[in-house]
């Protein structure tokens, strides 16, 4: 029974020849004592250990090979953070830490931030961060030319002097903000809830509270890591 070649190794070989090359045996070079005869042979089915294919069938199996390791490639999402020193921006660092496993879902982050906008103002709010990734290009962050900094269409958001006061769901969190305990999230994958109150003595299941120590010029930063796990 021939052996079928998987389909994208048509693209390791260079040649037509080099495919025959690798279905030759060392037996049959034993016995043939000829390689341009053994490819000959292999080339008509009477020898070798695979698929037996004409050279135009090479080259069209070649070419699909090709195209779909390209194909492949450009579906892999590419990290924002990827060849970045950030090891002097403990915010940054951190968040290109997290970026992939919120990219696929493995991990749902939310970002505490305490800072002073352009106008001066204190504000702070609760960050999506998966959220953020897929409706946001953070390679400007990760290249220091825009600061990270909540917005009013994030979870949570809030204006110090203005009293300006947002919130809203995403397609992650669920805000409870009508709550004894204080605000709460609630992770719509797993359910869980998510208790961002500093007082409390854990934020929850599969939940870790992170602050992040020196956040460069950011007032206050903290990292809710939630490890999401689909509800049976």
Do not use: C
């Not at 992170?210 to 460069?216: Q, S, T, Y």
């Amino acid at each position: 029974m021939e052996q079928l070649q998987p389909p994208d190794t048509f693209a390791d070989f260079a040649t037509y020849e080099d495919f025959l090359n690798s279905q030759i045996t060392a037996m049959d070079l034993y016995y043939l004592e000829d390689e341009e005869l053994a490819r000959q042979l292999v080339e008509l089915g009477y020898r070798g250990s695979g698929e037996v294919l004409k050279r135009e069938e090479f080259e069209v199996r070649k070419q699909l090979a090709e195209a779909s390791r390209l194909s492949k490639r450009s579906q892999k999402k590419t990290l924002a953070s990827a060849g970045k020193d950030l090891e002097s921006h403990p915010l940054l660092k951190a968040l290109a830490e997290r970026e992939e496993a919120n990219k696929t879902g493995k991990m749902t982050s939310i970002i505490f931030i305490r800072d002073k906008n352009v106008k001066g103002q204190e504000i702070s709010g609760y960050i999506d961060y998966a959220h953020r990734l897929k409706t946001e290009d953070f390679e400007a962050y990760f290249n220091l030319k825009k600061r990270l900094l909540p917005k009013p269409s994030d979870l949570s958001f809030y204006n110090w002097e203005t009293q300006n006061s947002t919130s809203n769901g995403t397609p992650n969190y669920q805000v409870i903000a009508d709550n004894a305990s204080g605000l709460l999230f609630k992770n719509k994958r797993d359910r869980k809830i998510l208790n961002v109150d500093p007082k409390a003595a854990r934020p929850g299941d599969n939940s870790t509270r992170i602050p992040i120590d020196g956040a460069g010029h950011y007032i206050q930063v903290v990292i809710y890591d939630h490890i999401t796990r689909r509800k049976t």
